[in-house]
């Protein structure tokens, strides 16, 4: 009977783990939000009519959640940065990895990028961060180091938990 139990509290414990998001990468943010977590999503997000892979970030001091689909592009990877707040496109090419408003593409998703939750000077500030290409998770790591400076009004993203 000890063993029947065992097994099923064995059993149960794997299937909840696998339901699970696999945190990926932990860092700083450098800002009032505190330091980010990311995990895999278990779900994929349509952009454009097609199902992209996807990342979720949370905040130690915020509850908000930012999700970034990554979708390949004929000569870039995209990665559509939403959340609440605001969203935005980080751009990956051979020559640079930069931010960018959501193009009217991405409209029909009803994904748009709002210019009062917007930061400008600091939009301008990462339209280049880093120059060559970066890897798939660097890149979110870089997302999740950045997206916060480009609210307009973080505190109200900040939450006491």
């Known amino acids: ?42 779900y ?45 496109q980080y751009v990956c090419n051979e020559r640079y990895f930069g931010v960018e408003k959501l193009g009217s593409e991405f409209a029909k998703d009803g994904y748009k990028t709002s210019d009062d939750e917007l930061n400008r000077a600091e939009y301008f500030h990462q339209k280049l961060i880093t120059q060559g290409k970066r890897p798939e998770l660097e890149a979110t790591q870089l997302i999740a180091a950045f997206f916060p400076m480009l609210l307009n009004n973080p505190t109200e993203a900040i939450a006491s938990r």
């Not at 979720?56 to 990554?70: D, F, G």
């Open 1 to 42: 009977m000890k063993r029947m139990f065992f097994f099923a509290v064995f059993a149960f414990a794997l299937c909840a783990a696998s339901f699970a998001g696999k945190v990926v990468a932990e860092g700083k943010s450098f800002t009032a939000l505190g330091d980010y977590k990311i995990e895999t999503a278990d």
């Open 44 to 88: 994929a997000v349509p952009v454009k009519g097609e199902a992209c892979k996807a990342y979720v970030i949370s905040y130690e001091n915020s509850p908000m959640k930012v999700t970034v689909a990554i979708c390949k592009d004929r000569k870039c990877k995209k990665y559509v940065v939403l959340s609440d707040k605001l969203s935005v």
